[in-house]
């Protein structure tokens, strides 16, 4: 399988202050990446995604960054808030119907 | 605009048992996924269906199978069930077979194996 792993897997800011969680895959051949949110007892939650073709994408208080040459994807939230606490994962999808997905980043806002 | 729907929400079954969990998609979507989520780990792809037929497999044993309704809605069966399929199973849909089509996930179906 592909590896799709992330840098820190957990992470904690205050409230108010950006958070930036980071992943990396291995696989040159992927061409789309979401980013989800999976809070305790849920399904993850589609946040944001990325084509190839592209190297930033924003969306409300998001945006992702696409770097090909280090096979790296980042997740940047803006004034974080109490309600973004959750596990993070980046989806990688390196075939027509398949996702690789990461063991997740642990996200704390501290109030 | 209906979400993706899973039922049952929670499940016990005993080693060797058969289970059934089912999905129905996301209005107007028409491809169902399943994941295996085991606790602490990212999902695991099991299989995908579109137009009633398994199109894609994960690294998973045939004790997984799954079928597709003309109503997209699906199902997913395991048989012999072992302590190692406790975990949390999830069903996403998205919409049409071509690559980059985001999926989005229902709550899951959380199966304890005893």
């Known amino acids: 399988g592909e590896s799709v792993g992330l840098h820190l897997p957990t992470l904690s800011v205050q409230e108010g202050d950006n958070s930036i969680i980071n992943c990396a895959y291995s696989?040159?051949?992927?061409?789309?990446f979401i980013w989800y949110k999976q809070e305790s007892g849920k399904g993850p939650q589609f946040i944001i995604d990325?084509?190839?073709?592209?190297d930033k994408r924003q969306g409300q208080r998001v945006t992702v960054l696409l770097n090909k040459t280090v096979k790296h994807l980042s997740l940047q939230i803006a004034a974080t808030q109490p309600g973004d606490s959750a596990v993070y994962f980046c989806?990688?999808?390196?075939?027509?119907?398949?996702?690789?997905f990461g063991t997740g980043t642990s996200l704390t806002v501290i109030p | 605009d209906a979400g993706v729907t899973q039922s049952p929400t929670h499940l016990i079954k005993t080693r060797g048992q058969q289970v059934t969990l089912r999905c129905s998609p996301k209005?107007?979507?028409?491809?169902v996924s399943w994941y295996q989520q085991a606790l602490g780990q990212g999902p695991q792809f099991i299989f995908q269906?579109?137009?009633?037929?398994?199109?894609q497999r994960g690294n998973f044993p045939d004790r997984f199978s799954g079928h597709q309704f003309p109503n997209y809605s699906s199902e997913l069966n395991v048989n012999a069930l072992l302590l190692g399929d406790s975990a949390l199973y999830l069903c996403?849909?998205?919409?049409?077979?071509?690559?980059?089509?985001?999926?989005?996930f229902g709550p899951g179906t959380r199966l304890t194996v005893t």
């Open positions: 209005s107007g979507h028409d491809t």
């Open positions: 996403a849909s998205s919409l049409g077979r071509q690559g980059g089509a985001p999926q989005y």
């Open positions: 989806a990688e999808n390196e075939s027509v119907d398949q996702f690789y």
């Open positions: 990325i084509r190839s073709n592209m």
């Open positions: 696989n040159s051949a992927s061409d789309y």
């Open positions: 269906y579109y137009e009633e037929e398994e199109r």
